[in-house]
T-cell receptor, first 110, second 114 residues
Framework: KQEVTQIPAALSVPEGENLVLNCSFTDSAIYNLQWFRQDPGKGLTSLLLIQSSQREQTSGRLNASLDKSSGRSTLYIAASQPGDSATYLCAPRGGTYKYIFGTGTRLKVL | KAGVTQTPRYLIKTRGQQVTLSCSPISGHRSVSWYQQTPGQGLQFLFE???????NKGNFPGRFSGRQFSNSRSEMNVSTLELGDSALYLCASSLDLVSHSPLHFGNGTRLTVT
């Protein structure tokens, strides 16, 4: 059974800092992994989708990496801004095609 | 292109009642999945539909059911509501079931059961 853990659970940083959010998963047999952000009371916004054959994906100030064999993904946010404040969730998609979501990292950029 | 639309945005029901939530996917998307989000359990997968057929199901009781119509719109029904069913219900759509298709979420329906 896939279990997804995100560390840290919460993070407060000053504006301009570069930061790394971590996601680990127990079953490495995944098709892809997606990163999302969620603003309070809203749905999820897709940030990046990494296929199992890829090592990383980039979009603007965001870069996500995937190490499938070790069950890890990281989301790198460069030059953080107050608008980046949100909860970030990772979700690997496994053999049954289900996405299993992590517990999220709540980010506050001061 | 319009995003995923969920209606209604808010619902208040009493225990024992039933409720139907609606989801209109992005035009051209054929896969629709549903999730329940609560502070204690986080985001949990309910079920996924593709071409009007349920393709995947999460670990929820039979009170939770859904369906998909020929235009890909989907509905989710919860019967005999319990207090623990209070949650944000999110619908997501994707082009199809294959792995290169990202999920796009609606803003959810906030269900409160009293």
């Amino acid at each position: 059974k896939q279990e997804v853990t995100q560390i840290p659970a919460a993070l407060s940083v000053p504006e301009g800092e570069n930061l790394v959010l971590n996601c680990s998963f127990t079953d490495s047999a995944i098709y892809n992994l997606q990163w999302f952000r969620q603003d309070p009371g809203k749905g999820l916004t897709s940030l990046l989708l990494i296929q199992s054959s890829q090592r990383e994906q980039t979009s603007g100030r965001l870069n996500a990496s995937l190490d499938k064999s070790s069950g890890r993904s990281t989301l790198y946010i460069a030059a953080s801004q107050p608008g980046d404040s949100a909860t970030y969730l990772c979700a690997p998609r496994g053999g049954t095609y289900k996405y299993i979501f992590g517990t999220g990292t709540r980010l506050k950029v001061l | 292109k319009a995003g995923v639309t969920q209606t209604p945005r808010y619902l208040i029901k009493t225990r024992g009642q039933q409720v139907t939530l609606s989801c209109s996917p992005i035009s051209g998307h054929r896969s629709v999945s549903w999730y329940q989000q609560t502070p204690g359990q986080g985001l949990q997968f309910l079920f996924e539909y593709f071409s009007e057929t349920q393709r995947n199901k999460g670990n929820f009781p039979g009170r939770f059911s859904g369906r998909q119509f020929s235009n890909s719109r989907s509905e989710m029904n919860v019967s005999t509501l319990e207090l623990g069913d209070s949650a944000l219900y999110l619908c997501a759509s994707s082009l199809d079931l294959v792995s290169h298709s990202p999920l796009h979420f609606g803003n959810g329906t906030r269900l409160t059961v009293t």
